[in-house]
């Protein structure tokens, strides 16, 4: 909740976050499967295996290891908040800022419980649901077809196939069955080139697999990053919405790599983020 505050505080327009569902269905807000990288006693649990009177009880750490960044600034003290519920950051947040909601796992439950509290708040206009799942960001629209959404991992891919064929400008939205409302995509900063070089070379990489890793990172960075592609996207009512850009080299090369053709961008630093664009516009 201190981490949506600030974003508040700092001028930021949306907060995202993602949902998942306690063992006794209640929704909180929780970005991994499991407790384990969160919580101080490394808890192997998944959150849905724990009822809601008993995951609040749970001492989070402070600052946990941040998946995306190079060196870890991980600090093993207790949090002095807890795991919160949906509908308390929508009371809180709701009316102020919009919100980008990630429903990764859950089905039909999820989804259904979801809506309900979307209705409920009166904030179908003010979020954006999906999941990295086709199939679930489908059952969303099912659901509730006047809350947007944004692309699932397969429409993200589809996406970029189709504009590195040629043949994205001469396709209409409505033949683009993934296409969605907003296209959120990781954009290749150092930390997440670092990332993606990690996970292609693995943790003991040898000569070869190490030099297929520099490589193949450095062609899936070149794929990913393509301001046409997000102009183009714009200009077709698609808001781009570019993650995870968290320090100011990166924003200073995002700034320049989009052009200005996205919407926004997603910061995990939304006080550093709104100093530096307060001195970028100056007095």
């Not at 569902?21 to 384990?36: A, K, N």
């Amino acid at each position: 909740m201190a981490g949506f505050k600030s974003a508040q505080n700092h001028g930021c327009q949306m907060i995202e976050l993602d949902v998942q569902l306690t063992r006794d269905g209640r929704c909180v807000v929780f970005h991994d499967p499991s407790l384990q990288r969160t919580s101080l006693a490394r808890d192997v649990r998944n959150v849905g295996e724990v009822d809601y009177d008993e995951l609040k009880t749970i001492h989070l750490r402070h600052r946990p290891e941040n998946m995306f960044e190079q060196s870890s600034n991980a600090v093993d003290e207790p949090a002095t908040e807890t795991i919160p519920l949906l509908e308390d950051v929508l009371v809180a947040f709701g009316q102020r800022m919009a919100m980008h909601i990630d429903v990764k796992t859950g089905g039909t439950k999820i989804i259904c419980e979801l809506d309900r509290l979307i209705r409920v708040h009166d904030l179908e206009g003010s979020v954006v649901w999906g999941s990295p799942s086709e199939p679930q960001r489908e059952a969303l629209m099912a659901q509730n077809a006047n809350i947007k959404t944004f692309a699932s991992k397969d429409g993200v891919i589809s996406t970029y196939a189709f504009w590195y064929l040629g043949l994205l400008p001469f396709l209409r939205s409505s033949a683009l069955g993934q296409m969605a409302d907003y296209f959120s995509v990781v954009h290749p900063t150092p930390a997440m080139r670092n990332h993606f070089h990690q996970l292609m070379a693995g943790p003991q990489p040898g000569p070869l697999r190490e030099a297929m890793a520099q490589s193949g990172t450095a062609i899936l960075s070149w794929l990913l990053d393509s301001p046409m592609m997000f102009q183009l996207l714009e200009a077709r009512g698609v808001r781009v919405l570019l993650w995870v850009v968290n320090d100011e080299e990166d924003w200073e090369r995002t700034a320049r790599a989009s052009n200005r053709v996205v919407t926004g961008v997603m910061t995990d630093r939304p006080a550093e983020f709104g100093a530096w664009l307060q001195k970028k516009r100056g007095p």
